[in-house]
């Protein structure tokens, strides 16, 4: 399994402001995936992120408000931004391992709380 | 719009007995099945994954795959209090994210 480090592990953040939350993988990975899970609830897609091209963005979320950064193939980096007391909540990233078929593993998680 | 959907329970079983978690899937493209344990303010935990027909076992954790019923399950064994979590369902084709159900909570009682 790969061993990703996601930092911070938590945060509380006043309204308006952005977290930027970082992921680092030991090995070279092709896809990186961020997830939220509001409390509660299941994970839920944010988006995928592609080393050398755009974060892909799933329905209900936008570049504007979770802006994401690949610049290579071990780290990659969330913000939210503007936050308000309903982006309290988890935030993971996740990786694939290599090879077919594909297994998923995650980062410890962030536990943001906004005020 | 692809779904998995699980019994949110809580599911509660006495120490020793086995426990029972059902997912079923709406997308016939699947091709990897997945059970992950959650406790709580935890991040996931693969415990199962399952790519076939048929029954997988690891220790003490079976998973049933059923692709013509899109139907996936998780049977605990010898029940301990330390498997009381939630335990996520989840999907994927190659290559993609995976898609999760909402999880099902399981309580085992010494």
């Known amino acids: 399994s790969a061993v990703i480090s996601q930092k911070p592990s938590r945060d509380i953040c006043q309204r308006g402001t952005s977290l930027t939350i970082q992921c680092q993988v030991d090995?070279?990975?092709?896809?990186m995936f961020w997830y939220r899970q509001q409390p509660g609830q299941s994970l839920t897609l944010i988006a995928t992120a592609n080393q050398g091209s755009e974060a892909t963005y799933e329905s209900g979320f936008v570049i504007d408000k979770f802006p994401i950064s690949r610049p290579n193939l071990t780290f990659s980096t969330l913000t939210v931004s503007n936050l308000s007391p309903e982006d309290s909540s988890i935030y993971l990233c996740s990786v694939e391992r290599q090879g077919s078929p594909t297994e998923a593993f995650f980062g410890q998680g962030t536990r943001l709380t906004v005020v | 719009q692809k779904e998995v959907e699980q019994n949110s329970g809580p599911l509660s079983v006495p120490e020793g007995a086995i426990a029972s978690l059902n997912c079923t899937y709406s997308?016939?493209?699947?091709?990897?099945f997945f059970w992950y344990r959650q406790y709580s303010g935890k991040s996931p935990e693969l415990i199962m994954s399952i790519y076939s027909n048929g029954d997988k076992e690891d220790g003490r954790f079976t998973a049933q795959l059923n692709k013509a019923s899109q139907y996936v399950s998780l049977l605990i064994r010898d029940s301990q209090p330390s498997d009381s979590a939630t335990y996520l369902c989840a999907v994927n084709q190659a290559g993609t994210a995976l898609i999760f159900g909402k999880g099902t909570t399981l309580s085992v009682s010494s």
């Open positions: 997308d016939r493209g699947s091709q990897s």
């Open positions: 090995s070279q990975v092709t896809m």
